[in-house]
């Protein structure tokens, strides 16, 4: 029997592309769920990577940016495993991802890392991510397409081995 599992997910875009993965995974294989927003939210101008003056351009060249996270953090205590997913900006996961994981002592914990992207490979982005997991073991992670089938997914984390 596997442990208690959350899946913990950023989506920022209209589209919503990563929330719909997320919902599809948790569903899947029986995770809970927590959405991580940010205090403020993304507006579409945020999001124009055209202009270098935009909040994503702005938070992305900036290694030490942590936007902050609304509302009260989940206790994952009781979870041994847990996804986090989000967009790809950059080959590289945005940094509120950051700001999640560091707000917890993940200590024994495993880290699951998944993300969605119009065509962008993870590239290092899981080599980023963990220092900001001190303790934690943090798997490879997958980028998702759209049209992931539950079979694909149970093949996935059952190939994790958690």
Request: net charge negative; charged share 20%.
């Amino acid at each position: 029997m596997y442990g208690k599992r959350m899946i913990a997910f950023f989506s920022a875009s209209p589209s919503r592309r990563t929330a719909t993965v997320a919902h599809k995974i948790a569903d899947v294989i029986g995770a809970d769920l927590y959405e991580i927003r940010p205090v403020i939210p993304y507006t579409e101008d945020d999001l124009d990577w055209d202009d270098k003056t935009s909040r994503v351009n702005v938070e992305m060249h900036d290694p030490a940016c942590r936007p902050q996270i609304e509302g009260e953090l989940p206790d994952l205590a009781p979870y041994e495993t847990v996804f986090v997913g989000f967009p790809l900006w950059w080959f590289a996961a945005p940094h509120i991802i950051n700001t999640f994981l560091e707000s917890y002592d993940l200590t024994g914990k495993t880290i699951v890392p998944f993300a969605t992207s119009g065509g962008s490979s993870l590239g290092q982005t899981v080599t980023h991510l963990r220092p900001s997991a001190k303790g934690a073991l943090v798997k490879e992670g997958r980028r998702f397409e759209m049209g992931e089938t539950p079979m694909a997914i149970n093949s996935w984390v059952a190939a994790l081995g958690i």
